[in-house]
């Protein structure tokens, strides 16, 4: 039986996800997400992509991207594979870093409040952990490049972050990602 088709078409804005094939993690370090966003941005600037928020888990990653053309596979193609490419170069790996087809769920932008609602859940805390890197674009321009630069420089040390993270009490840890948020605020 085939697969269905994308559904495809200038400014759809999408849900995407993607894990790592065995669920094994996609990002090793703090190098591999900035290698990922500066890949993203490239791909934004090939595409005509506009991030609106994202995600990067240890073994997955969301986005949330509007495209003005109807370009979702190609752009995704080269991201995953340009991607998964320098990994495999940067660590001596080989093979496949993610599984199977990324999920894209079409967000009505049409109203009710859908696309500021899967962007909060992306952007959220609650499944996140302080291995996550995660941000919004800004609203007054959408440049993912001066943003990533904002987030590798407010982010510092994820480690470091991982051990505040650990010593903080229930009521401390509600948003760990206020670090994340702050830097892409400034």
């Given at each position: ?33 900035q290698d990922f966003l ?141 670090w994340a948020r702050a830097?892409?605020?400034d």
């Amino acid at each position: 039986m085939p697969r269905k088709m994308r559904v495809e078409y200038a400014g759809a804005i999408y849900h995407l996800m993607s894990r790592g094939d065995r669920r094994e993690d996609i990002f090793l370090d703090d190098v591999d997400r900035q290698d990922f966003l500066k890949t993203l941005a490239e791909a934004c600037q090939k595409t005509g992509f506009q991030v609106h928020a994202y995600c990067l888990m240890r073994h997955h990653f969301h986005l949330v991207i509007e495209t003005p053309k109807a370009n979702l596979v190609a752009g995704m193609a080269w991201l995953l594979s340009a991607y998964t490419i320098g990994l495999n170069h940067r660590h001596k790996l080989f093979g496949h870093v993610f599984a199977g087809r990324y999920k894209a769920l079409v967000v009505d932008g049409s109203g009710g409040g859908y696309l500021r609602t899967v962007s909060d859940y992306v952007d959220s805390p609650q499944e996140r952990s302080w291995q996550a890197g995660c941000g919004r674009a800004d609203e007054k321009r959408n440049d993912l490049a001066a943003q990533m630069d904002r987030w590798a420089s407010g982010a510092g040390d994820i480690k470091k972050r991982q051990r505040e993270a650990a010593s903080m009490d229930a009521s401390q840890r509600e948003t760990p990602l206020k670090w994340a948020r702050a830097a892409m605020n400034d």
